[in-house]
């Protein structure tokens, strides 16, 4: 699932939307704070730069050559930095599909200086996406186990989302999937493309109504943020 940097009325029109504004919305929130020498592992097109405002130096990596990665290179080995060479390393939507990510936490733990920090997003409901590369769903308890293991300091270990926003996604993916598939048998179906679109429309909007009202409840997340201190 691709994010932009910016949340526009456009998006209200998408299947995504709601997981892409949780998960946009809280590295926003957290972007700010952080300075110094970044990696961004698995950058993709570095949709996330703009936010991290006082960071000095923004280095991307990728194992596929998007436009704007620096160097190409594999997160499930050893990473080509020397030890203690960046202030932060932020990884968002990637260690679900990294299947050595015991690898990816000691390489970060190694290249990090000491004090500095580590700032990633993943998911935990989402539907199946980077096929044949989406390995894991990680839970609040594995993660915050696995930092201790490292010796990470949590600093910051959440739901980017309430329940609601979780149970409309799986709804509105379901029904664009379900579009899809019909438009494939058929070019009878496509005449449901505007009628789709503006469901999704209307529920996106509800929805995000209905998460200001109700109470919040966090036991289905659509993603956690973690922040954690070398």
Known sequence: MSVNNRITFRKLFSPYFLDEFSIFKKIRQNAVQFKGKLLDIWCRNKPYEKLFKNVEKYIGLDIVKWDKVDIIWDANKKLIFKDEEFDVIFSSQVITDIYNVDNFFQESYRILKEWWYLFITTEFICPVNDIPYDYYRFTFYFLERKLKEVWFKIEKLESTSTDIFSIWLLKSVYLWRMYLKLK??????KFLFPIII?????????????????PKTYNFPLWYILIAKK
């Open 184 to 189: 494939e048998k058929t070019n009878f179906f």
């Open 198 to 214: 503006f469901i999704i429309f209307v529920n996106n909007t509800f929805y995000l109504f209905l998460s200001k009202i109700l």
